[in-house]
């Protein structure tokens, strides 16, 4: 790409010509100079300059796209090229929330990387929302959602499903009809809450404990909503966290209850009961999602046909 072009690119990019002047190790008089030279050329302005962060007109607009197809191009074209070697090196971008590359993902990228050695593994970690973000802007080789207003948009695959369970201290009071239907870690573990036989149970005959709420950009707390809405109850919320992992550890502590996926679940989190709940939200099925490229690389194929196995 040429220079200019990645200048442009790097301030709509960074959102300053500070930042992208620090970013591409250049003073920023450099990048302004080599910039305006670029819009006297075409004969139009390609920023806002006078709104922070920075704001493309509608000529930059036009070029940002130009150049954006451009990286596609030459990011295919360095795939294909890897593939030439036949997985004998490449990379390998994967994006997932910290739940998916924690306790979805390592068995599979064990066995990619034991298989082809070869082949780098980079793996992004931020928000359900931002995935799709970096998806759309083709910066990953694929993600994974579970909604399915999303997964409709892309090419996909189903990978893997996991059950959201209620995690409530030990300490807690429960009805003995309630402490009739408890799990233990153990048997959640095992699948028991699997079992068509396991009775699930609604929120509407649990008292009002402390609640402990994961965030509702995450798609667990976007669905704890959804739960309670669906019951009629309106929790009495303690904490609010930003992780499922962080709930879960407080809710074995005895700060609250909380929802939890059966993919975190050990069998060692003696000092919590765990409930199947009577919900349609509670099912969730992941899909590996691909981005929208006329060109996928070896490696993302392989992936696939170790999640289909």
């Known amino acids: 790409m040429e220079l200019e072009k990645m200048y442009i690119y790097q301030v709509w990019l960074q959102g300053s010509f500070s930042k992208a002047a620090e970013a591409l190790f250049i003073t920023q008089p450099a990048l302004s100079i080599a910039i305006k030279k670029v819009e006297k050329e075409i004969g139009a302005a390609l ?14 607009e036009l070029y940002i796209s130009h ?14 090229l890897d593939d030439l070697h036949g997985l004998q090196s490449g990379e390998l971008v994967i994006g997932g929330t910290h739940y998916m590359n924690a306790y979805l993902l390592p068995s599979y990228i064990t066995q990619f990387a034991e298989t082809y050695p070869g082949v780098q593994i980079n793996m992004k970690e ?10 759309k802007d083709n910066k990953l080789d694929f993600t994974f959602s579970c909604e399915e207003s999303i997964i ?27 402490k009739g239907e408890a799990l233990t870690a153990s048997e959640v573990a095992a699948g028991r809450h699997l079992d068509p036989d396991c009775e699930a149970v609604s929120f509407k005959e649990f008292p009002a404990f402390n609640f402990i709420r994961i965030s509702s950009h995450i ?39 909380t929802l ?3 993919r975190l679940i050990t069998g060692n989190e003696n000092t919590l009961r765990f409930f199947k709940l ?15 490229r006329s060109y996928t690389p070896s490696a993302v194929k392989a992936f696939i046909e170790l999640i289909k196995k």
Do not use: C, M, W
Not at 51 to 58: S, Y
Not at 67 to 79: F, G, R, T, V
């Open 47 to 60: 920023f806002n300059r006078n709104q922070r962060p920075l704001t493309l007109t509608h000529v930059g």
């Open 67 to 80: 150049i954006k197809k451009e990286l596609l191009l030459e990011q295919e074209l360095k795939q294909q």
């Open 126 to 135: 931020t928000s359900s929302d931002q995935l799709i973000t970096l998806l």
């Open 152 to 178: 409709a948009d892309f090419d996909s695959y189903h990978s893997f499903d996991d059950t959201i369970l209620l995690a409530v201290p030990q300490s807690f009071y429960l009805s003995k009809r309630l």
């Open 219 to 257: 798609d667990l707390g976007a669905r704890t909503e959804k739960i309670f809405d669906e019951a009629g109850v309106v929790p009495r919320s303690k904490i609010v966290v930003p992780q499922l992992v962080t709930a879960l550890s407080l809710a074995a502590s005895g700060v609250g209850a």
């Open 260 to 262: 939890t996926s059966d």
């Open 278 to 292: 009577r919900s349609r939200y509670t099912r969730r099925q992941y899909s590996l999602l691909l981005p929208h």
